[in-house]
Nanobody, 116 residues
């Protein structure tokens, strides 16, 4: 069994920062990619950031220059550093991983609210 444990969400003022963490545990034989997508009220699901097994990263245009994705392979954990947060970043952020197989898994989501 594979589980994804997300943490780091919360309430922050515009211009503030948060760091999301996602730890993968269970029957892991290889991680092809990890990342986050988000869903905001009234909007379609959006891929926020991803990092492949080789280290290549991708970002949504709306977060480029503000968000940074990184990983700790020893801990099977991926991080999303979110700076210069805007109200439009308010959403539920869902961690995902693509494991060898491929096998896709998603976390339960963590709420990020950017408001004064």
């Amino acid at each position: 069994q594979v589980q994804l444990a997300e943490s780091g969400g919360g309430l922050v003022q515009p211009g503030g920062s948060l760091r999301l963490s996602c730890a993968v545990s269970g029957s892991i034989y290889g991680i092809n990619a990890m990342g986050w997508h988000r869903r905001a009220p009234g909007k379609q699901r959006e891929l926020v950031a991803s990092i492949a097994g080789g280290g290549n990263t991708n970002y949504a245009d709306s977060v480029k220059g503000r968000f940074t994705i990184s990983r700790d392979n020893a801990k099977n954990t991926v991080y999303l550093q979110m700076n210069s947060l805007r109200p439009e970043d308010t959403a539920v952020y869902y961690c995902y991983t693509v494991l060898t197989g491929p096998r896709n898994y998603w976390g339960q989501g963590t709420q990020v609210t950017v408001s004064s």
